[in-house]
T-cell receptor, first 115, second 111 residues
Framework: DGGITQSPKYLFRKEGQNVTLSCEQNLNHDAMYWYRQDPGQGLRLIYYSQIVNDFQKGDIAEGYSVSREKKESFPLTVTSAQKNPTAFYLC??????????????FGPGTRLTVT | GDSVTQMEGPVTLSEEAFLTINCTYTATGYPSLFWYVQYPGEGLQLLLKATKADDKGSNKGFEATYRKETTSFHLEKGSVQVSDSAVYFCALAPGSEKLVFGKGTKLTVNP
């Protein structure tokens, strides 16, 4: 079955450590996205990528980094510079259309807790 | 800039009640509009979409009509079930590279 996988489902880290969240898709989508979700604040865009080897900052990129070396993969690193990293992280992908973005397909999410 | 405004939650209904979740938007041009649903602890799932004015999206008994004159895309369901309890997000694709999401509305349906 085609879809997006995120691993792990739950992740625990100590403050000051970098941590990398995995996102893989087998939908053959060009575009991929990372969102952060906090209670009552909806989704906030961290980074997105329209093609391999290219990505752009979203609304809250500070303290995060990404890479897009393969079409299927878009890992997110939460660095020690991120002030409040505890959150639910969602990865998404979409077909890239000339007229603008199509609907996005979401993974199951990773809940990161930093203590 | 482009934005989406959803009704504040939480919304609590009894089973078989009628549901309306309001969504209005601000955008230039002719954006596509979406409703997503998120069940507890899961990612978002596309519920329905509409790509042009007067289009009606529908799925699983939910409907929403793209009203350009009122810049609205309200979600409705005639008879909700306990299994519809979730958070619902309205979103728009304004023609740029990103979707714009509302803050979400939490729905609880009691038996």
């Amino acid at each position: 079955d085609g879809g997006i996988t995120q691993s792990p489902k739950y992740l625990f880290r100590k403050e000051g450590q970098n941590v990398t969240l995995s996102c893989e898709q087998n939908l053959n989508h060009d575009a991929m996205y990372w969102y952060r979700q906090d209670p009552g604040q909806g989704l906030r865009l961290i980074y997105y990528s329209q093609i391999v080897n290219d990505f752009q900052k979203g609304d809250i990129a500070e303290g995060y980094s990404v890479s897009r070396e393969k079409k299927e993969s878009f890992p997110l690193t939460v660095t020690s510079a991120q002030k409040n990293p505890t959150a639910f992280y969602l990865c998404a992908s979409s077909i890239r259309r000339a007229g603008g973005p199509d609907e996005q397909y979401f993974g199951p999410g990773t809940r990161l807790t930093v203590t | 800039g482009d934005s989406v405004t959803q009704m504040e939650g939480p919304v609590t209904l009894s089973e078989e009640a009628f549901l309306t979740i309001n969504c209005t938007y601000t955008a230039t041009g002719y954006p596509s509009l979406f409703w997503y649903v998120q069940y507890p602890g899961e990612g978002l799932q596309l519920l329905l979409k509409a790509t042009k004015a007067d289009d009606k999206g529908s799925n699983k008994g939910f409907e929403a009509t793209y009203r350009k004159e009122t810049t609205s895309f309200h979600l409705e369901k005639g008879s909700v079930q306990v299994s519809d309890s979730a958070v619902y997000f309205c979103a728009l694709a304004p023609g740029s590279e990103k979707l714009v999401f509302g803050k979400g509305t939490k729905l609880t349906v009691n038996p």
